[in-house]
């Protein structure tokens, strides 16, 4: 598993880049679909003697049709936001048992992506809406921080349980259990044994 990093087809690392950059995508796209629902305007009330149905769009008529702008990017965030996580999700099944592979290429980029929406998110708030989270934006914040603490969590497992279990086996295979090798991890994913200063050992 570990030694088999290199033999992934480069089509796999282009799809893996592409769904992690197409998942920062959306979620920076989110901000740019956010209102502020209390700056909404009062309504014209239908029993006022003078409302006239014949008058022109009232208050609320004209901003909602000035925020129905921002309905395609959010399906355009949504979109792109759907496609990174489906694509991540595949590529993990497809090479789940390639630990290193999926943590350098899923599960890494995928956290610090998701950071980075969540940064994005916050930011836009206390600027552009002064910061007053509407529907929107408390949306965007639970599903870039649900996105950073799944992908972060599944790093820090593969790391430091998963991954540390197949060196622990592939030490056993290769080296026996002789207390005085020591074991690293070489370029390539394969363990090598250390003596003396010197690397070598199979790979």
Known sequence: MLLSIDSIPKIYNLLAAFSTWILLAGYVLLPGTFTSLQNIPAPVDPSDPDYDPNDP???????????????????????????????MCGLWFRWRKNYVWI????????????????????????????????????????????????????????????????????????????????????????LVEVQDGMAGGKK
């Open 103 to 190: 943590i350098n290429r899923i599960f890494l980029p995928g956290a610090l992506n998701s950071l980075a929406g969540i940064i994005s998110t916050i930011v836009n708030v206390h600027t552009a809406q002064q910061g007053k989270y509407s529907l929107t934006a408390i949306v965007s914040v639970t599903v870039t921080a649900v996105s950073a603490a799944v992908n972060g969590t599944l790093w820090l497992v593969y790391s430091n349980w998963a991954l540390k279990r197949v060196q622990e086996m592939h030490a056993k295979e290769y080296f026996g259990k002789d207390p005085a090798a020591k074991m690293e991890l070489g370029e390539s994913g394969g």
């Open 57 to 87: 769009p009232n208050a609320v008529e004209v901003w909602i049709l000035e925020r129905v702008r921002n309905t395609p990017l959010l399906f355009i965030a949504t979109i792109c936001s759907a496609l990174g996580v489906i694509g």
